[in-house]
């Protein structure tokens, strides 16, 4: 059983910069795939961005390509989002995942833990 807590958030002007952490609790978290999700007001949970067990693969939602980076640090059990130039349309809380396989890791669907958000507010 793995326990996920995302930290980081809070409120910046768009252009600001943020960066998410999301600590992970287990003794296998080097075998996880991890994403960020998020879920702005009025919305579907909407996929943020995923990164292969090892780092070696990485996949972003369209509108954060090139504006947010995931990292992971398996020694540490813990997964980074680096969010630069933040826009007002990024606002949402934030969601930790873990899943098994990176097979439709653009979904929840592979993800079987999932921490309890964090929030990002970006005004412009």
């Known amino acids: 059983q793995v326990k996920l807590i995302e930290s980081g958030g809070g409120s910046v002007q768009a252009g600001a910069s943020l960066r998410l952490s999301c600590a992970a609790s287990?003794?296998?978290?080097?075998?996880?795939?991890m994403g960020w999700f998020r879920q702005a007001p009025g919305k579907e949970r909407e996929f943020v961005a995923t990164i292969s067990w090892n780092g070696g693969s990485k996949y972003y939602t369209d509108s954060v390509k090139g504006r947010f980076t995931i990292s992971r640090d398996n020694a540490k059990s813990t997964v980074y989002l680096q969010m630069n130039s933040l826009k007002p349309e990024d606002t949402a809380v934030y969601y930790c995942?873990?899943?098994?396989?990176?097979?439709?890791?653009?979904?929840?669907?592979?993800?079987?833990?999932w921490g309890q958000g964090t929030q990002v507010t970006v005004s412009s």
């Open positions: 995942a873990a899943g098994n396989t990176f097979r439709a890791a653009t979904t929840t669907a592979p993800y079987n833990y």
């Open positions: 287990g003794r296998t978290f080097s075998n996880y795939v």
